[in-house]
């Protein structure tokens, strides 16, 4: 299942990626996952944006 850890440094580089699956928010900034990625073109985003997280956040 889609997950952010806790070393998220809210960056924001998931949400530029995909704002429909990812929100950066509160202070210090978290991401949040809004959904589960459904789909294939979902799930090319959300692995787009786990490659591209600087703390491999994203599991
Ligand atoms: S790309 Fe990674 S560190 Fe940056 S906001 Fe998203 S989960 Fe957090």
């Excluded at 924001?12 to 202070?27: R, S």
């Excluded at 459904?38 to 090319?44: V, Y």
């Amino acid at each position: 299942m889609a997950n952010i850890n806790d070393t998220c440094i809210g960056c924001g580089t998931c949400a530029a990626i995909d704002d429909q699956l990812f929100k950066v928010e509160g202070n210090p900034s978290k991401a949040k996952l809004i959904k589960q990625p459904e789909g294939p073109e979902e799930q090319k985003k959300y692995e787009e944006a786990k490659a591209s997280c600087p703390v491999g956040a994203i599991e």
